[in-house]
């Protein structure tokens, strides 16, 4: 079993950037592909970006792309998700998960994090 804690949300302006965090426990950190989704008020959750076991192989939503850089450190046990030119429609809880294979589908995510708030003020 895997526990995510997301870290780093917060309030920026537009234009600004932040650094989200995900810690995860146990020792298989590495066999899992990792994701990160997102949902705003009113929404539904969608997929952020999403990295395979070594960071080697990445994939993007449409609507963050060349923004956004999800990245991740094995030995740390942690994943992060680098958001530059942060944009209002961005404002959302920001969530990581853990699935066993690369994929954009939150069904195929086993392990979900709490999230963490993310507002970008016009």
């Known amino acids: 079993q895997v526990q995510l804690v997301e870290s780093g949300g917060g309030l920026v302006q537009a234009g600004g950037s932040l650094r989200l965090s995900c810690a995860a426990s146990?020792?298989?950190?590495?066999?899992?592909?990792m994701g990160w989704f997102r949902q705003a008020p009113g929404k539904e959750r969608e997929f952020v970006a999403a990295s395979n076991w070594d960071g080697s192989n990445t994939i993007y939503a449409e609507s963050v792309k060349g923004r956004f850089t999800i990245s991740r450190d094995n030995a740390k046990n942690t994943v992060y998700l680098q958001m530059n030119s942060l944009k209002p429609e961005d404002t959302a809880v920001y969530y990581c998960?853990?699935?066993?294979?690369?994929?954009?589908?939150?069904?195929?995510?086993?392990?979900w994090g709490q999230g963490t708030q993310v507002t970008v003020s016009s």
């Open positions: 998960a853990a699935a066993m294979l690369i994929t954009t589908r939150s069904v195929d995510y086993r392990y």
């Open positions: 146990g020792r298989t950190f590495s066999s899992y592909n």
